[in-house]
């Protein structure tokens, strides 16, 4: 599966090289190196890791409840800019600080997509900072 997504992406992506926008918004945290928010690419839309950082305050606070609620919403901002949103996500990944956090995470999660939930994986990783619980990427149709 993973290297069909693969080929459809590489064939799409080769046939028209410069087909690919940058997504961005104020109303998530700003991208903190030099990546891009999002991607739009071949009807795809490829959004960078969000941790649970608040984009007004600029903080990353809480428990594992509240940092992915944060994360999602974040994300659900770079959709948005992006003409899409969380319910066309087809592909998620988690990166946990500790997989001990797995359900809770998993409820706060579950409340984002109500209806058919894209397919993700979940990985425990070593995070940015020292409050930093979450990290959730995206990839979404159009």
């Known amino acids: 599966m993973n290297s069909m ?10 046939t028209t090289p410069a087909a690919k ?11 903190a190196g030099p990546y891009s928010q999002a991607i739009k690419a ?3 839309v490829f959004a960078a890791g969000q941790i649970g950082r608040d984009p007004v305050t600029n903080k990353v606070e809480g428990d594992i ?14 959709l948005g800019a992006a003409g899409t949103s969380l319910g066309k996500a087809v592909k998620v ?11 809770a995470m998993n409820e706060v ?20 900072g020292d409050t930093t619980l979450i ?6 149709v159009q």
Not at 109 to 128: D, G, H, M, N, W
């Open 5 to 14: 997504l693969g080929l459809v992406l590489a064939a799409a992506l080769s």
């Open 21 to 31: 926008e940058a997504v961005s918004t104020t109303d998530a945290p700003p991208a």
């Open 42 to 44: 071949a009807g795809l």
């Open 65 to 78: 409840k509240v940092q992915t609620e944060r994360a999602l919403k974040n994300l659900s901002a770079v």
């Open 93 to 103: 990944t988690v990166f946990l600080k500790n997989m001990s956090d797995f359900r």
């Open 109 to 128: 999660y579950a409340k984002f997509f109500p209806e058919v939930p894209p397919a993700r994986s979940t990985v425990q990783a070593v995070l940015p």
């Open 135 to 140: 990290e959730i990427d995206v990839i979404a």
